[in-house]
């Protein structure tokens, strides 16, 4: 049993007499040399053993007999072999046979065990382990490292927002001198190639103030400094104003420009306009700029509406060069133009829709463009508003005196029929269209002839096939049509259309993009001098501007105001000194906060004009000390404290100015550069409640 039970094990054994002859030996050791065990018996273990050659190997052997003698637990030792199967390493485990169990020479029993395979893993282990520790050595370092960028980063975020802040100052401080002081230049006496050259000057400084708000607007998105204003403001107004300044472009480049608000879209909103209008003005300034022909047209919808909430969906639609698609994604991106060729042609920074992107984020909604090479663009966005409670007076009132009334479009381009159309459905009129000349005819004849002639036909002065003067003249010759009041709408007026429109026979005469109280004002107009009423007679032609002369003018009660203007900028001092003195009010200077402290103490003025930034005082500073006598001082008439009106002047426009000055005790808030029209609306509330 024991035989069997030896010669099985997987592990070799040998038993040795004292001198290491092998006595006997299994066939797990005999096997690694590819012998029987009967060639192994009789000869000396060391021979076996490349190991034993070394004098290491045989000090290792004998120090484990010993220690196996002297019953020392568990001697171990490796030992090369050099066997058939080449070098392998053996672990060695030595028993000495007991005395009293000894038989024959046998003295001690040998364990070998193969651990060349288990080394080699246990070394490539090692190797892991080592790398892993360096890997993780590296890794606390590149943690280290990233922490260390992170906070460079933090404080870098920091510096750049600061740094902002004072390029905003440093800026606008100088551009509130170029841009002041050319408008006052404008207004004096020059001569022809003077003012061109001012009008240049004036032209490229306000480019530059645009390029340094992008710059600035972007900067202040970027580090989160950007909030929107939420105040009630008039849709309809909106982009009115923003019409005025768009088709003015689009007209020097000979392209239509329209603009349609539908008629379900709520205009009395709450939010904030001017970033609103920021946007349309960066789509629809480059939808007019990569038009070559054809036409710009805005679009605005109704997305959804709750009880005090609105999306509107504004599309700006081109018919221009088109963007390719690959290109489209980066678009929004910062810096991105289409190709660098465009910057050559059109100019720009590639800022704009990054940061239209950003705004309409901002307004809740989302931007996209769909576009076709060489057919046009379609950059469309949605942005959600409050609605506005309206009371009665906010209402558009339905004209009781055009409803119902019969009246013809004629225009060749649909974005325009559309418009008229939206603005006649509104109010209730019994309107048609005509796409061109000889349509117009057919429908004015057909009208005629089933009684419900048209009384008035609004017409496009330019279209394919004739131009509306030619339309108009063919109606008022054909004693059939010749009733029919004529509206002529063009795009931009030139001088002496006036005159031969009226020679023509036309009734009234607008520019485009219509303002809808305009044109109602026209068609209202228009009626009344074909039903005279008692009034007084209806001007010859009607205009712009004989509707504009007809309303009550708005008058603002002209108040001489003794102003205290604190500023340190020389420049500065003497542009606001200058554009105050011409709007006929009297103006003392203090150069810095305290001198203005003093002299608010010691003269009596109506109005403190203040610059932030000065030096010994600052504005703030010296608005709240002054809020502090005012305190003190007894109450004047009315018992109400004495309050003198402090207007902020400052070329901070960064998130937060304006609660801190507001904070500090300011009434109001002008940001440089700033023209004469800003001063006169920021001064204007402030005119009338004061003593003359
Ligand atoms: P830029 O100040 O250069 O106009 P934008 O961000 O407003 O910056 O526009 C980036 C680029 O997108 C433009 O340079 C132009 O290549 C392309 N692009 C924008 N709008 C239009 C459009 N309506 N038609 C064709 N290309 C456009």
């Known amino acids: 049993m024991l035989e069997i039970l030896i010669d099985h094990l997987k592990c070799g054994v040998t038993v040795l007499d004292k001198s290491q002859t092998i006595i006997r030996v299994n066939s797990a050791f005999s096997s690694l040399f590819n012998k029987n065990n009967n060639d192994l018996e009789g000869t000396i273990l060391a021979d076996w053993f490349t190991g034993f050659f070394d004098k290491k190997a045989s000090e290792r052997w004998d120090r484990m007999v010993t220690e196996a003698e002297q019953n020392i637990q568990s001697p171990d030792g490796q030992f090369k072999v050099k066997s058939d199967q080449g070098i392998r390493l053996l672990e060695a485990h030595v028993v000495v046979i007991d005395e009293s169990t000894r038989q024959g020479d046998a003295f001690l029993i040998a364990y070998w065990r193969d651990i060349t395979e288990i080394e080699a893993l246990k070394s490539e282990l090692t190797d892991l382990k080592f790398m892993a520790e360096s890997a993780g050595a590296e890794l606390t370092e590149t943690n280290t490292i990233l922490t260390q960028a992170y906070q460079e980063a933090e404080a870098a975020n920091k510096a750049k927002s600061e740094f902002l802040a004072n390029m905003s100052h440093e800026i606008r401080t100088p551009m509130n001198g170029v841009l002041g002081m050319i408008e006052m230049l404008l207004e004096t006496d020059l001569n022809m190639e003077q003012t061109d050259y001012a009008d240049s000057v004036r032209s490229s400084a306000e480019s530059l103030l645009v390029l340094i708000n992008d710059i600035l607007d972007f900067s202040k998105i970027e580090a989160g400094k950007l909030d929107l204003e939420s105040i009630d403001f008039n849709l309809r107004v909106t982009l009115e104003e923003l019409n005025d300044v768009m088709a003015l472009k689009a007209y020097e480049k000979g392209i239509d420009y329209d603009c349609l608000i539908r008629k379900e879209v709520p205009t009395l909103l709450k939010g904030d306009p001017a970033r609103l209008r920021q946007v349309l003005t960066n789509l629809t300034g480059n939808a007019v700029k990569f038009v070559e022909r054809g036409e710009v047209a805005i679009h605005v919808d109704l997305v959804s509406e709750s009880e005090n909430k609105v999306e509107l969906l504004f599309e700006i639609i081109d018919t221009g060069i088109g963007i390719p698609a690959e290109k489209i994604e980066r678009l929004f991106k910062s810096f991105s133009q289409v190709d660098t060729s465009t910057t050559r042609k059109y100019g720009g920074t590639g800022l704009g829709l990054k940061i239209s992107k950003q705004l309409t984020e901002l307004m809740g909604g989302k931007i996209s463009v769909e576009s076709e090479m060489g057919k046009g663009s379609t950059f469309r966005f949605s942005a959600c508003f409050e609605k506005r409670i309206t009371s009665g007076a906010d209402l558009e009132e339905i004209p009781q005196n055009i409803q119902k009334e019969r009246i013809l479009i004629v225009d060749d381009n649909l974005t325009s029929r559309k418009v008229l159309a939206e603005h006649l459905n509104s109010w209730g009129c019994d309107f048609e269209t005509a796409e061109s000349s000889p349509d117009?005819?057919?429908?004015?004849?057909?009208?005629?002839?089933?009684?419900?002639?048209?009384?008035?036909?609004?017409?496009?002065?330019?279209?394919?096939?004739?131009?509306?003067?030619?339309?108009?003249?063919?109606?008022?010759?054909?004693?059939?049509?010749?009733?029919?009041?004529?509206?002529?709408?063009?795009?931009?007026?030139?001088?002496?259309?006036?005159?031969?429109?009226?020679?023509?026979?036309?009734?009234?005469?607008?520019?485009?993009?219509?303002?809808?109280?305009?044109?109602?004002?026209?068609?209202?107009?228009?009626?009344?001098?074909?039903?005279?009423?008692?009034?007084?007679?209806?001007?010859?032609?009607?205009?712009?501007?004989?509707?504009?002369?007809?309303?009550?003018?708005?008058?603002?009660?002209?108040?001489?105001?003794?102003?205290?203007?604190?500023?340190?900028?020389?420049?500065?001092?003497?542009?606001?000194?200058?554009?105050?003195?011409?709007?006929?009010?009297?103006?003392?200077?203090?150069?810095?906060?305290?001198?203005?402290?003093?002299?608010?103490?010691?003269?009596?003025?109506?109005?403190?004009?203040?610059?932030?930034?000065?030096?010994?005082?600052?504005?703030?500073?010296?608005?709240?000390?002054?809020?502090?006598?005012?305190?003190?001082?007894?109450?004047g008439p009315g018992d109400l404290p004495a309050r003198i009106p402090i207007i902020a002047l400052t070329a901070n426009a960064m998130k937060g100015d304006r609660e801190r000055f507001l904070a500090a005790g300011m009434d109001e808030f002008l940001t440089k550069p700033f023209k004469k029209k800003d001063l006169v609306e920021v001064l204007e509330p402030f005119g009338p409640r004061l003593p003359v």
């Open 440 to 635: 117009a005819l057919d429908k004015l004849a057909q009208a005629v002839a089933q009684e419900k002639p048209f009384r008035i036909a609004i017409i496009s002065m330019l279209m394919i096939d004739a131009s509306g003067e030619e339309l108009g003249n063919r109606i008022k010759q054909n004693p059939r049509l010749s009733r029919t009041a004529l509206v002529m709408v063009t795009t931009i007026g030139q001088r002496g259309d006036a005159v031969r429109l009226k020679n023509a026979g036309f009734s009234a005469f607008l520019i485009r993009p219509l303002k809808k109280s305009l044109l109602f004002d026209c068609l209202r107009t228009v009626i009344g001098a074909i039903d005279p009423g008692d009034g007084d007679a209806p001007p010859d032609l009607i205009t712009r501007f004989t509707l504009q002369d007809q309303k009550p003018e708005t008058v603002t009660p002209t108040v001489k105001l003794n102003i205290l203007l604190a500023e340190d900028n020389p420049m500065n001092q003497k542009v606001a000194m200058k554009m105050l003195q011409k709007l006929g009010h009297d103006v003392s200077v203090a150069d810095d906060g305290q001198e203005a402290l003093d002299m608010f103490l010691h003269e009596s003025f109506d109005l403190i004009l203040m610059d932030g930034n000065m030096p010994n005082l600052d504005g703030l500073e010296a608005t709240r000390r002054i809020r502090e006598i005012e305190a003190r001082q007894k109450p």
